[in-house]
């Protein structure tokens, strides 16, 4: 941001959303000014040494200076007792006994087993060797069968209630759709856990021969997150039932806005000791309103940073809540 920017602003308003935006800005770098120097001369410390050589002046010996020690001096009668240790073998860990096994067995022909002397070699043992085999993902196709029912007695007689009866599908998580629940976990496991974009998903599945757009995954997507509005209401309850939330806000660009436009994903950290639950929210804005429809009720402490957004902890009148500054969560 220029100075033309600041001269350039027409009203007061303009001029109060400059100054919040250089206020955000200032307090990002910062933290990445901190963030710098913690790396280079450890933690706490602003300014100090980088290197990591002793001065010759410095208390700590020299390693090439120290005096050798004294070794006694032994007699040609004298011995001298070697404890014994223990060393591990190193080599390949084995694979784990819960995987099941398929046996390839190897045989010599009649030709190899000749001996020199004209006589078939007989079996004395075996050797044993394990590898390790991928077997690809499979696909398939589930066909949900409904039997249809009717009554024969009722056939052609005007009735009031159904003369046919069909059974009823399972509940499904998006109703009409083609996907499975496991389907579903596989696509969104791919996407959040290991990274890997609807776009690349797509050229997966198209090379196993199944086409399924990214724009039909991304819909999926959404429908699950829907369904899952309930678990997430109830892990919600769990993190403020506990007397410790850590809490902290991080820039996020939205995919096909504005690039001077600021999002942010905030993140709420809880649960049972043993149990962390971690909650994301996506708002559009950094404003403490936030963080106050969020703790609505809630009775703890609340870990943050120093950001001002977070202030209104520290003024609550009833003092329900108790702010920690200047810890990451």
Known sequence: ??????????????????????????????????????????????????????????????????????????????????????RKKRGRKPLPADLPRVDAVHKLSEDDRKCNCGCLKDKIGEEVSEQLEYIPAKVRVIRNIRYKYACKNCEGVEDDGPTVSIARMPDQIIPKSIATPGLLAHILTAKFADALPFYRQEKQFARIGIELARSTMCNWGMKVADACEILIGMMKDDVLANPMIGIDETPLQVLKGPRKS???????????????????????????????????????????DGYAGYDFLDTKKDRLMLRIRGLKC
């Open 262 to 304: 600021k999002s942010y994903m905030w993140i709420f950290r809880g649960g049972p000791p043993g149990k962390p639950i971690i909650l994301f929210e996506y708002h559009p804005t950094r404003s403490g309103d936030v963080v106050s429809t969020f703790l609505n009720g809630y009775k703890g402490i609340v870990q943050t």
């Open 1 to 86: 941001m220029t100075r033309d920017t600041l001269k350039n602003a027409e009203s007061l308003d303009e001029v109060k959303d400059i100054a919040l935006n250089l206020f955000d800005e200032n307090i990002i770098l910062q933290e990445q000014i901190k963030s710098l120097q913690d790396r280079l001369f450890g933690p706490g410390q602003a300014f100090g040494r980088k290197s990591e050589k002793t001065p010759k002046d410095g208390e700590q010996m020299s390693l090439f200076d120290m005096p050798e020690p004294e070794l006694p001096i032994l007699n040609e009668d004298d011995t001298v007792t070697i404890t014994e240790h223990a």
